[in-house]
């Protein structure tokens, strides 16, 4: 009887066992089922980017902004999307200033290539080299063929000291009805020279946006 009684108290307590270790087990998954649905939304990393000679980093054959656009769409499962205007422009870094300078002044939109579908997708990362504290006027003209009503917009940009500037600022205004958060601003000699640390300041930013 007393054996009986231990074996009785054995299986007891490996049922108690099983039964606790399936019901963590449940948790996880319904844990990991909604975190999947939180962030299940469509991403969309559209981005200006600028090849040839670049202040700080020299000639190069992808654009500082390029490299960033890329790690953001790798650490969110994003759609990558690059913006080219169709006349080029010039690969010489003086040249392409005093152009950027014009345009910006002229308030000009000048013609891009191809077009995606912005109201496709929830979420749409704009990235862009600061020129003269604004983003490239190519930028604009992809702003100004879309609805960006109810969309979240998440804006960064590449630089050599000036940062984001205003340009979250102007994001706001051109997509009206679009929630703008915080942005992103990675030197352009970090992108090209230091992408584990570009990757690093990536992946951070992204988790403090919750994706």
Request: aromatic share 10%; proline share 2%.
């Amino acid at each position: 009887m007393k054996q009986l009684s231990t074996v009785f108290a054995l299986l007891l307590t490996l049922f108690s066992t099983v039964s606790c270790a399936q019901g963590k087990t449940g948790k996880a998954t319904k844990t990991l089922e909604t975190s999947s649905m939180e962030t299940g939304k469509k991403i969309l990393v559209a981005f200006f980017s600028h090849t040839g000679e670049n202040y700080a980093v020299g000639n190069i054959t992808k654009g500082n902004t390029h490299i960033i656009a890329e790690m953001i769409a790798e650490s969110t499962d994003g759609k990558l999307f690059e913006i080219v205007s169709v006349k080029e422009y010039p690969k010489t870094y003086n040249a392409c200033v005093e152009v950027a300078k014009k345009e910006k002044e002229a308030g000009a939109r000048p013609a891009v290539k191809d077009d995606i579908a912005v109201e496709d997708y929830d979420v749409v990362f704009i990235g862009y080299p600061n020129w003269w504290g604004d983003m490239p006027m190519a930028v604009y003209t992809f702003i100004e063929r879309h609805r960006w009503a109810g969309k979240t917009i998440i804006p960064f940009c590449t630089h050599e000291g000036s940062g984001l500037s205003n340009t979250e600022k102007y994001i706001a205004n051109a997509c009206k009805g679009a929630k703008v958060e915080k942005g992103l601003a990675v030197r352009g000699a970090t992108a090209q020279n230091k992408q584990e640390q570009a990757r690093k300041a990536v992946v951070q930013w992204l988790e403090r946006l919750g994706l």
